[in-house]
């Protein structure tokens, strides 16, 4: 089975400051790992995705995350938020072998970037 | 190409009443899935369809009915609505089932139970 975890559901940071979204898993088997961004009033889109090629994986408006084995996390950064980065973002595990259907998103974090 | 649709966007209904919410997707997807999204609870699979005539209930199905006629429409049938149904509910859909695809979500139908 498969869990993920998110500490916290509120992130405020400033323009121009980095960006640290946490995001710790628990799988059972091998792991792919996601990020789903929600903007106001949308659905969610992928952010990125790790499926056990490269462990950093690079994503769309400047985001990446790293996929760290020995400490079971995915955690998400960009170098410097803009006012567009404001969103609530989700992690999420599905587990080698298994289906889509799967997917298990974590409670969310809310991104407030203040200018 | 739309993506995934939903309709409506937003509807009351008070408790007892029926609804279908409606999910169409343009891109030829096979896997479609439904979830609802409570507040600081992340999204919760309700049914998901593997193509047409194939459903399948996920972690919360109880009180919600869906069908798959077609490859394009999963719609999802509220038959006696209930507060606890009150949510965000959304469709997605995913062109194969394998564990790392992405999935194609669309915008979301906020329902109210009162």
């Known amino acids: 089975a498969q869990s993920v975890t998110q500490l916290g559901s509120h992130v405020s940071v400033s323009e121009g400051a980095l960006v640290l979204l946490r995001c710790n898993y628990s799988?059972?088997?091998?792991?792919?790992l996601f990020w789903y961004v929600q903007y106001p009033n949308q659905g969610l889109q992928l952010l990125l995705k790790?499926?056990?090629?490269?462990?950093l994986v690079k994503g769309i408006n400047g985001f990446e995350a790293e996929f760290k084995k020995s400490e079971t996390s995915f955690h998400l950064t960009k170098p410097s938020a803009h006012m567009s980065d404001a969103a609530e973002y989700f992690c999420?595990?599905?587990?080698?072998?298994?289906?889509?259907?799967?997917?298990?998103f974590g409670k969310g974090m809310k991104l407030t970037v203040n200018p | 190409n739309a993506g995934v649709t939903q309709t409506p966007k937003f509807r009351i209904l008070k408790i007892g009443q029926s609804m279908t919410l409606q999910c169409t997707q343009d891109?030829?997807?096979?896997?479609m899935y439904w979830y609802r999204q409570d507040p600081g609870m992340g999204l919760k699979l309700i049914y998901y369809s593997v193509g047409a005539g194939i459903t399948d209930k996920g972690e919360v199905p109880n009180g919600y009915n869906v069908s798959r006629s077609t490859t394009e429409d999963f719609p999802l049938r509220l038959e006696l609505a209930a507060p606890s149904q009150t949510s965000v509910y959304f469709c997605?859909?995913?062109?194969?089932?394998?564990?790392?695809?992405?999935?194609?979500f669309g915008p979301g139908t906020r329902l109210l139970v009162l």
């Open positions: 997605a859909s995913s062109p194969s089932r394998t564990a790392q695809e992405t999935q194609y």
């Open positions: 799988s059972s088997v091998p792991p792919y």
């Open positions: 891109m030829n997807h096979n896997y």
């Open positions: 790790y499926t056990s090629a490269a462990t």
């Open positions: 999420a595990v599905s587990g080698e072998g298994g289906g889509s259907e799967k997917l298990v």
